[in-house]
């Protein structure tokens, strides 16, 4: 067993050969292969305990039939092959080599299933996932904090996600993370992980859930202990007031008298929960879940036609239209918001 | 399955057989409806109307579907299908009633 | 009758060949419309930020692929065996209800021709074309096909269509079960039986067992989407999940459904050209008849990430495991038919060893499923779509390619071209290996299944891009298929009775067979009868001329008009018009009422 | 219904085609009611808002239709019986009784909907509204397709076109009524009396 596992660990060749393959080169933000916490490491190494077992069987079955097609092909006068009925001891053989090999496969999956089941210590992070078409909503209920689209989780410490959807079945999953759960609307779902590398990776819904299924991404930063700190207070606080007679002040004005109050929040401006809170989006690096960069073109033209962008966003075309200049103004004030 | 070439008349019961079932299912269905009105039974309620009606099911399908008598392979034919559908059922309530589960999200 | 030619001859027939020939040049239609859909969608994945189809078209594209390759490709071909060949398999000159059978094959066809029409008819609901396909997925998962999140007709179509295509597997499941089990030759035994008839006979009775609680999942979102329920609406205290029990109930055994035939025409390749009676014939069949068993208790393995608890996921990941026993044992028994053979390398022969090369990597790849925690990584990215096309194409498609080399002779009366064939097999082979292969590297990469573009940063542009090339590489393989076929037609060999020198009762006749299949019902008295084997000699072949006149049964019309009352039914609910429903009730009670009545003997 | 195989003499069991092919339906109907009740159970007790079934339902009305679905599998016996004897004036009675009966017991389901209707539970109040009607009403679709059947068989009767030589026919349309009667008995006690 011990040594199926370490001889498992030298598998290390399978990230390489996909690196190879694909060429391009560069990193996997959202490879299973190359797991960042206690959580998606315990189903890799399990994974490629499975992996080894397969590769066995693949081998020894495909030989012998390889083999088996080479050594009694046809050749002329060669006698009548005898006719064989059956053998009840190779039958017995050949059902329990296989089910013994299941057992080995069977033992860890259970004890994996009981070590991954989502419950975490009592000082775990929490942190709430609630899946939108085509959008995550990330509260953080010890923190009374709330952002959207970027997940910012300590490291080392344990995490519990907690995570349902506000409309159709979702699925979380941050590959590198951990394996995904789904977000069902009604039920809630756990999830816990300590993730034990700095970086930033990528994740996406998993779960086909609409049009824009294949846009509803995420990005989870693993800080330092004090980074995230930092990141926990800097969004605490309230939205920024843009200074008086900037181009900022006036987006401001006009984003309160325009429809996206219904839909936004932005702390002591407006209550809308129908999309992301944008009291700090200016310190988002992306928009959209993670489609595009949160720059001011990009933010103009969502601002828009969300739907030209993002089939199907709920976020749909203001009418009347703003004109060019007030979303200019607004994209100001939405990039002040740091 | 059985090799059965030869075509077999099979013997159903007669008339009378017939209307004691029907008199013994009357006092079933009358015993069910008592049981669910006296208060008495009522902590063993569902057991005792699970075997009750358990029975009628039986000798309906036993005498008027005449499956007692009848080829084998007809209960056969009809048991698999209805145990799968039993175990369903089964599955499903402990599932959703989280009895398998330590906390499963289904219920 | 019996020879009749023309239109209306093949629309009454009620001969087991033709509705036989009807299946099968019906799902090949559909095998290449739903090819053509999977060769968009990896035309729109081979390279990153693909723009070929908008996200609307490539959710249609999907959904179509899948429910067409299952429903209308893979089953009804396995059909056309079912019809063809199981008669003649038991020395039966038809199956037991031979206008069922017509009512089967028309209702399949009314069934795909519902759904494939929805690609066409958005004008009619004030949508362009290429607008109201299914877009939820072959699993429709509720609550996203409720009617709040997928208001258009694109899901009723859905519903509405697997629900009539429901009808005519039901209705060939009663009438195989009967045929296979009442309508055997004497002396054919049931451990008499050509595998390929038992593993009919087991997907029977999972079709039968089955299909009725997808009927009851789809009814529910039916009322759902028409009339108000709340079955699948989580704000009336329901729960979505229900959905998918009721679904991968019937999902499961349904994989299942697809596989055994093409495991039953395996069994019956491999023993013909090793010239070697099957090795294990009993385990083989028994190990099938558990296959189809266990198959009822597996389902929540599609739902691991759903979080059912950890005691669920062992229960389920455990009998899951299980199968993996008789498949090896099937798996172990054919190497050893070939074991001391004599093994000609026909095309048949390729395909049925591709079966086996290719569904242990699809079943390999189905144990990692198999257990939970590895699951969660995988499910629902491309990981899984490797393993579906492996067991699909590698598997069931590659067992059936098998079954029409195999059998084409004794349908046609013409010999496939040996050459073709083979050229079909290798480019197919290292097409699909290709195609599929990359995708378990792309979905252990973090790509998701079902999703109509994905960014370059994720790095496995160049890995779609192989496999889209292996794409177009099956589609060449197809197209020298088509060929062979057409050249067939009028070029091939005419094939005698016997060309491969086959022990199982097809081969005693003439190819194709005459109506009434046997000129003298034979008798059996051995597994093998037209071989020698140690106790007996082989069967004498029945005579060419029938000794005595065979009465042949008249066709007859109302199997179709009572078939056609039912997508005229499913056009009610989508039209809002209540007469639409009364007309299809009264063609349907019209055509059963005829039917029953009407003269008809065997 | 179909005569496919009437002059089918031999079979490989010894047993009825359309016989056997029913037996097979009816396993198959198994897995019909069976997926209807679970779901019937697993969402009990899940309404959001009311009616609840013990405020609704009614145990004596129903009880007597139970009664009636039960005398009329009897007098389905029955008919069998006579048409085997040959005795067609028994077996004309015994076949309109049955289908009688039916009846009855369909209008107490139009007066129990629509006494539901009237309290306000319909088919989208709740999930027992979705559940029970579709239970039942599924149930209720298989007496009306039975109870066309027995007419049908016998107008045939009356036609003098039934005899002992369809006896087959009327086993068969015994099998299906029977078996709609055990479904019912699941559904009485599982839907009315455990409540
Ligand atoms: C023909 C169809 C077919 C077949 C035969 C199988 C066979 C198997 N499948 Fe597969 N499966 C599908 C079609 C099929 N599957 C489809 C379509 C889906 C996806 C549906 C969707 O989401 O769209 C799916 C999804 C699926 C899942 C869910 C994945 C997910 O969505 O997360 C799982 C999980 O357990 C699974 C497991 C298995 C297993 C264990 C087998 C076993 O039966 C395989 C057994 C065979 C072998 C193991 C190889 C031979 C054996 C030996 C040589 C003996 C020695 C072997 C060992 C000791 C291991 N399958
Ligand atoms: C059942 C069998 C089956 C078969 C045979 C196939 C065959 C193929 N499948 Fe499919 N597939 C599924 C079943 C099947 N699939 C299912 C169930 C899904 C899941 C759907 C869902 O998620 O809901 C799926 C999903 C699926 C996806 C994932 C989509 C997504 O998740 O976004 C992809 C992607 O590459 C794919 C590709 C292919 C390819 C390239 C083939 C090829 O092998 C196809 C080969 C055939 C051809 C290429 C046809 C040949 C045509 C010609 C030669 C042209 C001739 C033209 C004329 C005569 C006019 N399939
Ligand atoms: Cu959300 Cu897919
Ligand atoms: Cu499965």
């Known amino acids: 067993m011990r040594i199926f596992v370490a001889v498992g660990r030298l598998r290390l060749w399978l990230p390489t050969a996909a690196l190879v393959m694909s060429g391009c080169g560069g990193p996997f933000p959202q490879s299973t292969l190359l797991p960042r916490s206690d959580f998606a490491r315990a189903t890799d190494v399990l994974f490629t305990d499975i992996f080894w077992w397969a590769a066995g069987v693949f081998l020894v079955v495909e030989t012998l039939l390889v083999v088996t097609l080479i050594r009694f092909r046809h050749r002329e006068g060669r006698a009548a092959p005898k006719p064989t009925h059956g053998h009840t001891l190779l039958e017995i053989a050949w059902t329990l080599a296989p089910a013994a090999i299941l057992v080995f496969v069977a033992v860890p999956t259970v004890r994996t299933i009981f070590a991954t089941s989502g419950e975490a210590p009592a000082d775990a992070l929490k942190v709430d996932v609630i899946g939108h078409q085509w959008w995550w909503e990330l509260r953080y209920p010890d923190l009374a904090l709330v952002t959207a689209n970027e997940l910012h989780v300590p490291l080392g410490r344990a995490v519990q996600l907690s995570i349902t959807s506000a409309d159709v079945i979702h699925a979380f999953w941050a590959p590198p993370l951990g394996g995904k759960r789904d977000a069902i609307p009604g039920h809630v779902n756990q999830i816990a992980f300590r993730a034990d590398r700095v970086g930033d990776y990528g994740g996406q ?36 007031a843009p200074a008086p007679g900037t181009i900022a002040e006036r987006g401001k004005a006009v984003y309160a008298r325009s429809a996206c109050i219904g839909c936004h929040t932005i702390q002591g401006v407006s209550p809308g929960v129908i999309g992301p809170n944008l009291t700090h989006v200016g310190s988002r690096t992306t928009i959209a879940s993670g489609l595009f960069p949160n720059d001011s073109a990009h933010l103009a033209s969502w601002i828009a036609d969300a739907p030209a962008l993002k089939p199907g966003a709920l976020m749909m075309r203001m009418k009347p239209p703003l004109s060019d200049a007030d979303i200019a103004a607004i994209v100001a004030y939405l990039e002040s918001l740091k | 399955m059985t090799e059965t070439s030869h075509t077999e008349e099979h013997q159903h019961p007669t008339a009378d057989v017939y209307l004691r079932v029907g008199a013994v299912l009357v006092i079933l269905t009358v015993l069910e409806v008592g049981v669910f009105y006296v208060p008495a039974f009522h902590t063993v309620l569902v057991p005792v109307l699970l075997v009750l009606s358990a029975t009628k099911f039986a000798l309906v399908v036993m005498f008027y579907m005449h499956l007692k008598a009848d080829s084998k392979f007809f209960t056969f034919l009809f048991g698999v299908p209805l145990l799968l559908a039993v175990g369903v059922m089964v599955a499903l309530l402990f599932l959703f009633f989280g009895a398998l589960t330590l906390r499963g999200a289904a219920g | ?19 036989g020939l009807l299946y099968f040049w019906t799902a090949l239609a559909f095998f290449l419309i739903g090819g053509i859909e999977a060769l968009f969608i990896r035309a729109q994945l081979a390279q990153p930020n693909g723009r070929l189809v908008s996200a609307e078209t490539y959710n249609q594209l999907f959904t179509m692929h899948g429910t067409t390759m299952i429903f209308l ?26 206008r069922l059978n017509a009512f089967s094959y028309w209702v399949f066809l009314f069934g795909g021709l519902f759904l494939n029409a929805s690609w066409f008819v958005g004008p009619l609901f004030h949508a362009g074309i290429l607008n109201v396909a299914p877009n ?39 009438n195989f079960i009967v045929t296979i089990l009442n309508m055997r030759a004497p002396g054919m035994k049931m451990m008499r039986l050509p595998v390929f008839t038992w593993m009919t006979l087991v997907t029977q009775f999972l079709i039968i067992t089955a299909f009725p609680v997808i009927t009851v999942g789809l009814a529910f979102l039916i009322f759902d989407r028409f009339f108000g329920t709340h079955f699948y609406v989580r704000e009336a205290g329901a729960t979505p999940i229900l959905w998918q029990h009721l679904f991968w109930l019937f ?41 189809g068993l266990m198959s009822w208790g597996v389902w929540s393995h599609h739902m691991f990430a759903v979080g059912l608890g950890p005691i669920a996921d062992s229960v389920f990941a455990a009998t899951t495991m299980l199968i993996a026993v008789p498949t090896g044992v099937k798996i172990f028994n054919w190497i050893a038919t070939l074991w001391g053979g004599d093994i000609r390398g026909t095309t048949a022969l390729h395909f049925a060893v591709g079966f086996i090369a290719m569904f242990i990597i699809g079943g390999l790849s189905g144990v990692t499923h198999a257990s939970p925690p590895t699951d969660l990584q995988q499910t629902d990215s491309y990981y899984v779509v490797a393993h579906i096309h492996y067991v699909f194409f590698g598997g069931t498609i590659f067992g059936l390619f098998a079954g029409i080399y195999y059998w084409w002779p004794k349908m046609t009366g013409r010999l496939l071209d040996e050459t073709l064939g083979k050229t079909h097999f290798w480019l197919q ?15 252990l990469l973090g790509m998701p299944r079902r999703v109509y573009t994905y960014a370059p940063e994720l790095g496995v542009g160049s890995l779609n891009l192989v496999s889209t090339l ?11 298929f088509l060929v062979n076929l057409w050249r067939t037609r009028t070029r091939g060999r005419p094939a005698p009775n016997d060309p491969w020198g086959g022990a199982t009762l097809e081969w005693s006749i003439p190819s194709p067979p005459p109506v009434y299949n046997f000129s003298v019902i034979p008798t059996i008295t051995s597994r093998l009868p037209r071989w020698t084997t140690e106790r007996h000699g082989p069967m004498r072949d029945p005579p060419a001329t029938p000794p005595e006149p065979i009465h042949v049964p008249g066709g007859s019309w109302w199997p179709l008009i009572a078939a056609f009352g039912l997508p005229v039914l499913a056009l009610a609910p989508l039209t809002h018009t209540l007469w639409v429903a009364f007309a299809g009730a009264a063609l349907l009670l019209l055509g059963v009422y005829r039917w029953a009545f009407e003269p008809f003997e065997v | 219904m179909t005569h496919a195989s009437a002059t089918q003499h031999h079979t490989s069991m010894g047993l009825d085609n359309r016989k056997m092919a029913f037996w097979a339906f009816i396993g198959s109907e198994c897995l019909l009611f069976g997926s209807l009740i679970s779901t019937y159970l697993v969402y009990k007790g899940r309404s959001v808002v009311g009616p609840y079934p013990n405020q609704i339902l009614n145990i004596p009305f129903t009880s007597v239709s139970t009664f009636d679905l039960l005398m009329s599998s009897l007098m389905m016996v029955l008919a069998l019986a006579a048409v085997q004897r040959g005795d067609m004036k028994w077996g004309k009675i015994w076949l309109f009784s049955t289908a009688l009966l039916g009846l009855v017991f369909l ?7 629509s006494e539901f209707v009237n309290k306000g539970l319909t088919i989208s109040t709740n999930l027992f509204g979705c559940t029970f009607f579709v239970l039942t009403g599924t149930h209720g679709a298989h007496v009306t397709v039975g109870v066309l059947w027995l007419l049908t068989l016998w107008v045939r009767a009356l036609q003098g076109k039934l005899g002992p030589a369809n006896a087959m026919t009327v086993e068969i349309t015994g099998l299906y009524w029977h078996f709609v009667d055990v479904v019912w008995i699941v559904i009485f006690t599982v839907v009315y009396l455990i409540q």
């Open chain 3, 251 to 291: 999902g499961h055994p349904e994989v299942y459904i697809l596989i055994l035939p093409a495991m039953g025409v395996v069994s019956d390749v491999l023993p013909t050209f090793s010239r070697k009676p099957l090795f294990g014939y009993p385990v083989v069949v028994y190990s099938g008849v558990l296959i």
């Open chain 4, 107 to 113: 209008g107490g389901q139009v007066i129990e909907f």
């Open chain 3, 429 to 443: 082979f290292i097409g699909m290996n290709l195609a599929f292969f990359p995708m378990h590297l792309i979905g």
């Open chain 3, 136 to 174: 939820g997925g072959w699993f429709g998962y509720a609550n996203l096909t409720e009617r709040q999140y997928s208001p258009g007709p694109n899901i009723d179509f859905w519903v509405l269509g697997l629900q009539i295509l429901g009808i005519s597997s039901l209705a060939a499941g009663f």
């Open chain 3, 1 to 19: 009758m019996s020879d009749a030619r023309g239109l209306a001859s093949w629309l009454t027939t009620t001969d087991h060949k033709r509705i």
């Open chain 1, 205 to 240: 819904c998993a779960e086909f859930c609409g049009a824009s299924h294949a846009n509803m991404r995420l990005r989870v930063v693993v800080d330092s202990d004090s980074g995230f700190g930092r990141w926990a207070t800097e969004q605490l606080e309230g939205p920024a």
């Open chain 3, 470 to 480: 292996g794409a177009f590489l099956i589609a060449l393989s197809i197209l020298i």
């Open chain 3, 73 to 98: 490709a893979l089953m009804p071909l396995g059909a056309s065996f079912f019809n063809y060949m199981v008669p003649l398999q038991i020395g039966a000159r038809d199956v037991a209800f031979p």
